[in-house]
């Protein structure tokens, strides 16, 4: 899995996805300018009309071609009969009591994942996955102990916010009071290990004259992948989050297996070299917070050390159980006590609230439904 190709600037688009539904036609949803560029030229059609699919597709998110009347009629046609503008189809959504909502989301060749969006006060922030499954086998998380099947392609990524976006009526895309304003890669899978489609994607939902998000607003979670945090600082420019969760290599390698092969020196000698870093822009280290593994004073005191030198942000996850976990949450007093010597120590900690608990939609407890059905069945 290390041996990831870097993306290329000159690199032709891959062609669009296959739509859900469309008969075999793809579906335009993840086709950057240079492939909406090919998709016009392929019906004789002039290259302006890929800057009218740009605005019709990401900035209004038209679900049909009928809906793009700056277009010709005859135009619209041919569009209709080569492609789509399929999103994944929604298989089932959830809403928490705390207003959480969580879509299990189906994709043409029946692989699942999951999509959550966390509603609060100042901001709306919607987690979307970028694998099916996950590789990375971290014993805390429910979705990494579902198999990974494969990679997510860029329009089934851009293809989740899009969806979301059509559930919340949250077009068009300059609205004021737009209800998704943050968008984290921190659903299912590593995007580091999926880097081409993640890093094609993030240059579509960050394009100012479509889906317009500023990178300042997108972040991308890693447990940790070295040789590809570098690429990602210099090409993409957004928000990094790692997932840390221990001081010392020997609780991290078994926590987090990835570590084994990336140890905590590495991982960080990479945090102070991602591009853009500094300290109004800092990274967040994720630090999930369990029962008698990762939460003794001498954990935080370290953690201080380890990050003394790198602008950074703590955010410390009370542990969110799933059946079978083999791990529990620290107490509340425990975790305060951990986050006052951080904070004593100099550093930003703050302490996330569990949200969607009650739909299993919170931190690290992803996992496609019919994964869990078949799991209970091989029980």
């Known amino acids: 899995m290390d041996s990831i190709a870097p993306a290329r600037q000159d690199e032709p688009a891959p062609p669009p996805v296959p739509a859900a539904n469309g008969a075999g036609r793809p579906s335009l949803?993840?086709?950057?300018?240079?492939?909406?560029?090919?998709?016009?030229?392929a019906l004789g059609?002039?290259?302006?009309?890929?800057k009218q699919l740009r605005h019709w597709i990401y900035h209004r998110g038209a679900r049909g071609f009928e809906e793009m009347t700056s277009i010709s009629k005859a135009a619209r046609a041919k569009l209709a009969e080569r492609y789509t503008l399929g999103r994944p189809a929604p298989a089932d959504a959830q809403v928490s009591a705390d207003g959480t909502r969580k879509w299990l989301l189906r994709f043409p060749d029946a692989?699942?994942?999951?999509?959550?969006?966390i509603p609060e006060e100042d901001r709306g922030t919607l987690c979307i996955s970028s694998q099916v499954g996950c590789t990375l086998n971290c014993r805390f998380c429910h979705t990494g102990t579902q198999p990974w099947v494969r990679n997510l392609g860029a329009g089934e990524i851009v293809g989740q916010l899009m969806l979301a976006r059509d559930a919340l009526d949250d077009w068009p895309s300059g609205r004021k009071d737009r209800k998704i304003t943050n968008i984290v890669l921190m659903g299912m899978g590593e995007p580091l290990y999926n880097y081409d489609n993640v890093a094609r994607a993030a240059g579509i939902m960050t394009d100012g004259d479509g889906i317009a998000i500023s990178r300042r607003r997108l972040t991308l979670s890693t447990a940790g992948v070295v040789p590809v945090?570098?690429?990602?600082?210099?090409?993409?420019?957004?928000?990094?989050a790692v997932s840390l969760h221990a001081v010392t290599d020997a609780i991290r390698d078994e926590i987090v297996p990835l570590n084994r092969r990336y140890p905590i020196a590495e991982l960080l000698d990479a945090c102070r070299n991602y591009g853009g870093v500094n300290n109004a822009r800092r990274i967040t280290f994720e630090y999930v917070m369990l029962k008698g593994v990762n939460d003794r004073d001498a954990d935080a005191r370290e953690l201080v050390r380890l990050l003394k030198d790198i602008p950074a942000?703590?955010?410390?996850?009370?542990?969110?159980?799933?059946?079978?976990?083999?791990?529990?949450?620290?107490?509340?007093?425990?975790?305060?006590?951990?986050?006052?010597?951080?904070?004593?120590?100099?550093?930003?900690?703050?302490?996330?609230?569990?949200?969607g608990r009650d739909i299993m939609a919170a931190c690290g407890q992803l996992k496609s439904a019919s994964e869990r059905k078949r799991a209970a069945a091989r029980a």
Not at 229 to 240: A, F, I, P, Y
């Open 45 to 50: 059609e002039p290259p302006f009309r890929a």
């Open 313 to 355: 942000k703590i955010n410390l996850i009370p542990f969110n159980p799933w059946p079978g976990a083999p791990y529990e949450c620290s107490r509340e007093k425990r975790i305060r006590a951990f986050m006052t010597i951080c904070l004593d120590g100099g550093l930003t900690c703050t302490v996330r609230t569990p949200r």
């Open 29 to 41: 949803v993840g086709a950057d300018m240079a492939g909406l560029g090919e998709a016009v030229r």
């Open 229 to 240: 945090m570098r690429q990602c600082g210099e090409e993409l420019g957004v928000n990094l």
């Open 111 to 117: 692989s699942e994942a999951e999509m959550v969006f």
